[in-house]
């Protein structure tokens, strides 16, 4: 068999039964012979974000995959990859390549050059009889370590060539404990603490550790704050649970944040970042992470553990157990009490019946609709995300999908698209703003193409938010440059998805449900609701 067949019974081995993809490239017929199923997407960055949605969603343990065309296609996806590596999600590339005689030949785009700053691995298969292990390779790098884009580039000229040692087993995640002296010194300073905090990054669901990090939030009465890309590792209804600290906040985490002595890292770089917190001058910092190179980048950390979050975790639960460790106790009740001085505040927002709506107020009318313990929600960046992180509560893994750091807009589509395909079962809601809609909306016709039932909520104010105050005032006053325009709902229709324009307050759960309805028919959604440009944001830092 030809490298291209290769390539797809390795995936198919690897447990891979759909793959993004936009033509041409010679291994999207060869995937379907194999019976994996292609997935044409309308622009290669969609196609991106889907590979990404399938990696997080399943926590690595299913690998998302993209294959585009060299040259041109590899150029569009660069923008989706940045955003995966930026926050470090194991997705699976596959461009094809130029003719090994011409490759470095301008003006040519180099995939392996150019991808190498954005990607954990790249190689390119030169040799039919390397495609094995290139492709081993590539399934080692995607499952172990920190997570980050592969990939592997497969010239047009070698795709094709015979492939005479196919001998190919699944690779394995391997996973390591910390070292225990580590891990007896981190909880020494757990005992010394008196306000501690946990914050937990992805890392937690990487590892699969929700469970363990609910037992070890209960055995020591810390509570947990989420990073961004965390959120959803630690379910918001959690008496524990501080909620999300990120660009915007809530007023829990702020609160324990700036009053702790003691923050607790699992699962996180501690990446100094505006979609992040800083951390106090009073505190000591504890870091588990499964990449040393994390330890110490932007802190000084005073107590570092290299291994898998969920291993440490135990570990660390075992350490405190045999000490008879007491939890703190009345954590909760201090929690209560700042979430209300919190609401008090942000009441008036979320219960507003202004007109044009506040946003505000549609999230909390789409979070009474849903069952928020069977749907996956994603933002897209800006304001929708700044809005939303706060306040939408996610009660399992994943019922949240955080993302940020490279934050281009128009990312949310493509992520709802793939955790559809990846949990069939759930709701899948992403909201996004008119800007994010004319990055990306065209691709709702892939999700009607192939009945991938999610619904797209559209906040329809017609302005970019805070530009014209913050950014561009001569401009927007000038010459309206922060105006957009647009039937969002219309449109969806003529992608034959099923479109609403809402602007009654009462309408918006009717839509929702009829929303819901059309979904588990197959057929996507977009309601386009009317909002208000609403600026203020529960920002902390």
Same mark, same amino acid.
């Given at each position: 068999?030809?490298?291209?067949?290769?390539?797809?019974?390795?995936?198919?081995?690897?447990?891979?039964?759909?793959?993004?993809?936009?033509?041409?490239?010679?291994?999207?017929?060869?995937?379907?012979?194999?019976?994996?199923?292609?997935?044409?997407?309308?622009?290669?960055?969609?196609?991106?974000?889907?590979?990404?949605?399938?990696?997080?969603?399943?926590?690595?343990?299913?690998?998302?995959?993209?294959?585009?065309?060299?040259?041109?296609?590899?150029?569009?996806?660069?923008?989706?990859?940045?955003?995966?590596?930026?926050?470090?999600?194991?997705?699976?590339?596959?461009?094809?390549?130029?003719?090994?005689?011409?490759?470095?030949?301008?003006?040519?785009?180099?995939?392996?050059?150019?991808?190498?700053?954005?990607?954990?691995?790249?190689?390119?298969?030169?040799?039919?009889?390397?495609?094995?292990?290139?492709?081993?390779?590539?399934?080692?790098?995607?499952?172990?370590?920190?997570?980050?884009?592969?990939?592997?580039?497969?010239?047009?000229?070698?795709?094709?060539?015979?492939?005479?040692?196919?001998?190919?087993?699944?690779?394995?995640?391997?996973?390591?404990?910390?070292?225990?002296?580590?891990?007896?010194?981190?909880?020494?300073?757990?005992?010394?603490?008196?306000?501690?905090?946990?914050?937990?990054?992805?890392?937690?669901?990487?590892?699969?550790?929700?469970?363990?990090?609910?037992?070890?939030?209960?055995?020591?009465?810390?509570?947990?704050?989420?990073?961004?890309?965390?959120?959803?590792?630690?379910?918001?209804?959690?008496?524990?649970?501080?909620?999300?600290?990120?660009?915007?906040?809530?007023?829990?985490?702020?609160?324990?944040?700036?009053?702790?002595?003691?923050?607790?890292?699992?699962?996180?770089?501690?990446?100094?970042?505006?979609?992040?917190?800083?951390?106090?001058?009073?505190?000591?910092?504890?870091?588990?992470?499964?990449?040393?190179?994390?330890?110490?980048?932007?802190?000084?950390?005073?107590?570092?553990?290299?291994?898998?979050?969920?291993?440490?975790?135990?570990?660390?639960?075992?350490?405190?157990?045999?000490?008879?460790?007491?939890?703190?106790?009345?954590?909760?009740?201090?929690?209560?009490?700042?979430?209300?001085?919190?609401?008090?505040?942000?009441?008036?927002?979320?219960?507003?019946?202004?007109?044009?709506?506040?946003?505000?107020?549609?999230?909390?009318?789409?979070?009474?609709?849903?069952?928020?313990?069977?749907?996956?929600?994603?933002?897209?960046?800006?304001?929708?995300?700044?809005?939303?992180?706060?306040?939408?509560?996610?009660?399992?893994?994943?019922?949240?999908?955080?993302?940020?750091?490279?934050?281009?807009?128009?990312?949310?589509?493509?992520?709802?698209?793939?955790?559809?395909?990846?949990?069939?079962?759930?709701?899948?809601?992403?909201?996004?703003?008119?800007?994010?809609?004319?990055?990306?909306?065209?691709?709702?016709?892939?999700?009607?193409?192939?009945?991938?039932?999610?619904?797209?909520?559209?906040?329809?104010?017609?302005?970019?938010?805070?530009?014209?105050?913050?950014?561009?005032?001569?401009?927007?006053?000038?010459?309206?440059?922060?105006?957009?325009?647009?039937?969002? @709902? $219309?449109?969806? /229709? !003529?992608?034959? &998805?099923?479109? *609403?324009? %809402?602007? +009654?307050? #009462?309408?918006?759960? =009717?839509?929702?449900?009829?929303?819901? @309805? $059309?979904?588990? /028919? !197959?057929?996507? &959604?977009?309601? *386009?609701? %009317?909002? +208000?440009? #609403?600026?203020?944001? =529960?920002?902390?830092?």
């Amino acid at each position: 068999m030809n490298v291209d067949t290769t390539i797809c019974r390795i995936l198919k081995a690897e447990g891979i039964d759909w793959i993004a993809a936009f033509p041409h490239q010679s291994i999207i017929d060869v995937a379907a012979k194999e019976g994996i199923k292609p997935v044409i997407v309308r622009q290669e960055r969609a196609g991106v974000n889907m590979a990404d949605a399938l990696s997080r969603v399943t926590n690595g343990k299913t690998i998302g995959v993209f294959t585009m065309q060299y040259g041109p296609g590899a150029e569009n996806a660069f923008s989706g990859v940045a955003q995966a590596y930026a926050d470090s999600v194991p997705i699976l590339l596959l461009p094809g390549g130029n003719p090994q005689d011409r490759v470095g030949v301008h003006p040519n785009f180099d995939s392996l050059d150019h991808y190498k700053g954005i990607t954990k691995w790249a190689s390119s298969i030169n040799s039919a009889d390397r495609t094995v292990d290139v492709m081993r390779s590539a399934f080692s790098n995607l499952r172990n370590g920190r997570p980050g884009p592969v990939l592997v580039e497969i010239p047009i000229d070698v795709a094709t060539q015979e492939v005479t040692n196919y001998n190919y087993t699944p690779v394995k995640q391997n996973r390591s404990a910390a070292d225990p002296q580590d891990v007896s010194d981190l909880v020494d300073a757990i005992v010394r603490s008196t306000q501690p905090v946990i914050t937990a990054g992805q890392g937690v669901m990487y590892s699969d550790a929700t469970s363990e990090l609910i037992e070890l939030s209960e055995l020591t009465g810390i509570p947990v704050v989420t990073t961004l890309a965390g959120k959803s590792g630690f379910p918001e209804n959690h008496p524990l649970s501080l909620g999300c600290a990120a660009r915007t906040a809530t007023g829990m985490s702020a609160h324990f944040l700036n009053e702790t002595d003691l923050i607790i890292g699992i699962g996180t770089s501690f990446t100094k970042s505006v979609f992040g917190f800083p951390v106090p001058d009073q505190a000591q910092i504890i870091q588990i992470t499964n990449h040393a190179e994390d330890i110490h980048k932007d802190y000084s950390i005073n107590y570092g553990a290299v291994g898998d979050a969920k291993l440490v975790i135990k570990q660390m639960i075992e350490e405190l157990k045999n000490r008879k460790f007491q939890p703190r106790e009345g954590v909760s009740n201090l929690i209560d009490q700042q979430r209300t001085l919190w609401m008090n505040q942000w009441e008036p927002k979320l219960s507003s019946s202004e007109i044009p709506i506040n946003p505000y107020r549609v999230f909390r009318e789409i979070e009474k609709t849903v069952d928020v313990s069977n749907t996956i929600v994603t933002h897209d960046s800006g304001y929708p995300r700044d809005q939303l992180v706060p306040f939408w509560k996610p009660v399992t893994q994943h019922g949240y999908i955080g993302w940020g750091k490279s934050t281009q807009l128009g990312y949310g589509l493509g992520l709802a698209i793939g955790a559809k395909l990846a949990q069939p079962e759930k709701t899948v809601i992403n909201f996004m703003g008119d800007a994010a809609f004319g990055m990306s909306g065209l691709d709702i016709e892939t999700a009607t193409r192939n009945k991938i039932g999610i619904t797209t909520v559209v906040l329809r104010n017609g302005v970019m938010t805070g530009y014209a105050a913050n950014y561009m005032p001569v401009a927007a006053d000038t010459y309206g440059s922060n105006q957009l325009e647009g039937d969002y @709902a $219309a449109v969806a /229709k !003529g992608l034959g &998805a099923h479109g *609403e324009r %809402i602007d +009654k307050i #009462e309408d918006i759960s =009717s839509g929702m449900n009829r929303a819901l @309805a $059309a979904n588990k /028919k !197959g057929q996507p &959604a977009l309601l *386009e609701i %009317i909002t +208000k440009e #609403e600026p203020e944001v =529960s920002k902390y830092w």
